[in-house]
């Protein structure tokens, strides 16, 4: 299998694709075959070729070798809702087999394949299915981003918690300037070096759709 990793995050909406997109961009630089992927995806939109998510298009367009869609995003909902309930909503149920399949069909031709999760650590992906068990049952070690914002320091030492309790290897951690007002952010950065136990991969000033910063992939 090739090695990549499992990107989650603190919360909905703090950057998990944007940081993504770095870290493919940053793989690539030096040299690596590197790959997107988004199994599971709710608020996406109708298209002529079926469902499609912009995340999941980022990373995509961001890939080298890209992946054909199918493979990138495997489950794609509409509503832009806990995907679970949006499976739910659609008769269907996230299922651990097809993401495997379609993770190694993108693996056979990558040296790193990066893989995005849904909202936040504990977000499930069905009744039986949590992100655990695809960062698990893929053997990728987890990166996590946080959000800096006010509230950032509870969110990113709960979520290493968690993903350690679960079995899962930190193996670093990015941190994304989604509030350019944050007071004391500095202190606060400085706060998440000394305890999270994990290394700093980069600090990315908050620009979606922009060219992220390079982060330090050099154990990835």
């Keep these: 299998m090739s090695r990549g990793v499992f990107v989650t995050g603190t919360d909905t909406g703090i950057g998990k694709t944007y940081a993504a997109v770095a870290l493919l961009a940053s793989l690539r630089a030096r040299g690596l075959r590197a790959t997107g992927m988004k199994p599971v995806a709710s608020g996406c939109r109708i298209t002529p070729h079926g469902l499609r998510n912009e995340d999941a298009e980022a990373l995509i367009a961001a890939s080298d070798p890209a992946p054909a869609y199918a493979h990138c995003n495997p489950y794609a909902f509409e509503p832009a809702i806990a995907p679970h309930v949006a499976a739910r909503e659609a008769g269907e149920e996230v299922r651990f087999d097809p993401i495997r399949a379609a993770h190694a069909r ?65 193996a670093g951690w990015i941190a994304n300037r989604i509030d350019p007002a944050m007071e004391r952010c500095e202190e606060n950065l400085a706060t998440l070096r000394a305890r999270l136990d994990a290394p700093l991969l980069g600090v990315l000033a908050f620009a979606p759709g922009g060219a992220g910063a390079a982060l330090d992939v050099a154990g990835l």
């Design 106 to 170: 993108i693996a056979h031709g990558a040296d790193r394949v990066v893989v995005e999760g849904v909202g936040g650590w504990l977000a499930p992906l069905s009744d039986w299915l949590m992100q655990a068990d695809l960062a698990r049952g893929l053997e990728l070690p987890v990166i996590l981003v946080v959000g800096l914002r006010l509230g950032c320091l509870n969110h990113a030492l709960l979520s290493a918690r968690a993903i350690r309790a679960d079995g899962c290897t930190l």
